[in-house]
């Protein structure tokens, strides 16, 4: 007669202490204030907007202000924050710059508040304030302006001045802005060319020629 044994059983082995809980680091208190390392190139483009490796957070804060969305508050002061070392990182004076191209006042002036320069330029030398001189709609540049931006600025990209770039664009608002802001009329771009040598526009000359007549008899 079989008689049927029972395995033996091992007593478990004793469970491994758990490992404490690593405390989470502090948060930044202004995470725009953070200095980031300018964006590196992919592909032909310098462009931190461009990149495949581009954090979900600046292609939202991308889609949100193409479609017309301002970013909130919070949005605003932690997307530097969710962007680490691994990606091309975008600056702030980058995030100031996608604002005026698609016209964002409310978070320019945010971000004029916060003390973020209107005139530092990106990776490929254009600053936010010379594009907003470039702007149909006049609203951008007038809070720039009133925030005490250096006017005579010009970005690395071509020497453009926001009055070039003004006059350029014919944009004769943007012109009468700068001109009683006392933008220097005689600046040229890298090619020599002044606001106006680089002006179509019949009414935008006239401005200047006009401002050059009145600066001459007031010396």
């Not at 990149?51 to 605003?76: C, I, N, Q, V, Y």
């Not at 007038?142 to 925030?147: H, V």
Request: overall charge negative; some cysteine.
């Amino acid at each position: 007669m079989l008689h049927s044994v029972s395995p033996a059983i091992s007593p478990a082995p004793p469970a491994a202490p758990r490992p404490a809980a690593a405390p989470a680091p502090p948060a930044p208190t202004s995470c725009l204030s953070v200095h980031s390392p300018v964006p590196t190139r992919v592909g032909n483009t310098s462009d931190p907007l461009q990149s495949r490796e581009a954090p979900d957070a600046w292609h939202t804060a991308h889609f949100k202000m193409a479609s017309g969305m301002t970013l909130a508050a919070g949005e605003l002061d932690a997307l530097p924050c969710a962007i680490t070392s691994a990606f091309p990182v975008p600056e702030k004076r980058d995030l100031m710059l996608l604002a005026v191209v698609y016209g964002q006042r409310a978070d320019v002036q945010r971000m004029l508040a916060d003390e973020m320069s209107a005139t530092a330029p990106d990776a490929q030398g254009l600053t936010p304030l010379v594009q907003a001189a470039a702007r149909p709609d006049p609203s951008i540049l007038q809070d720039m302006i009133a925030a005490g931006v250096d006017i005579n600025s010009a970005q690395p990209y071509n020497g453009a001045t926001p009055l070039i770039a003004a006059a350029a664009a014919s944009r004769p608002d943007n012109v009468a802005l700068l001109i009683e802001a006392g933008a220097d009329l005689a600046l040229a771009t890298k090619e020599g060319q002044t606001a106006s040598d680089v002006s179509t526009s019949p009414a935008v000359r006239m401005m200047l020629t006009f401002a050059q007549d009145q600066r001459a008899q007031n010396r």
